[in-house]
């Protein structure tokens, strides 16, 4: 599960450098002057696929790997019931990164036993 959340992190990496580059939080309206010369399909792409989006998706699969690194527990629980609902957590997140990680899966790096169950 390492390299998984290190393929992620990288991959989050990237994406925010890009986002970053391109405005970051800045966001486009179909009628922004600057999209003047794409055709309508273009224009809400990159309305949608904002640099204020990227690094919005960015933050929510930070926060998913925080919790999966870090699993809650409940100090008023016996020691025992935090070890087994955090190992659930955890085998949840797990399924839900490799979901995640699919998304880059034609990226030289990803590795095919990432694959999700319902896409092997």
């Known amino acids: 599960m390492d390299d998984l959340i290190a393929f992620l992190r990288a991959r989050i990496a990237e994406d925010t450098a890009v986002a970053e ?3 970051g939080s800045c966001t486009y309206l179909l009628d922004d002057p600057s999209l003047a010369g794409l055709d309508t ?3 809400a792409h990159v309305a949608r696929q904002s640099p ?3 690094l919005s998706d960015a933050a929510a699969i930070m926060e998913l790997l925080h ?3 870090n699993p809650q527990t409940n100090p008023a629980l016996p ?3 935090n ?3 955090a190992q659930n957590e955890q085998l949840m997140l797990a399924d839900v990164l490799r ?3 699919h998304a880059h ?3 030289p790096d990803y590795r095919t036993e990432w694959r999700p169950e319902w896409r092997r």
């Open 79 to 81: 020691p025992s019931v």
């Open 105 to 107: 899966a034609t990226h």
């Open 21 to 23: 580059t391109a405005g």
């Open 83 to 85: 070890k087994f609902t």
């Open 41 to 43: 399909g273009d224009r």
């Open 99 to 101: 979901v995640l990680a």
């Open 52 to 54: 204020f989006r990227t």
């Open 67 to 69: 919790r999966y690194e």
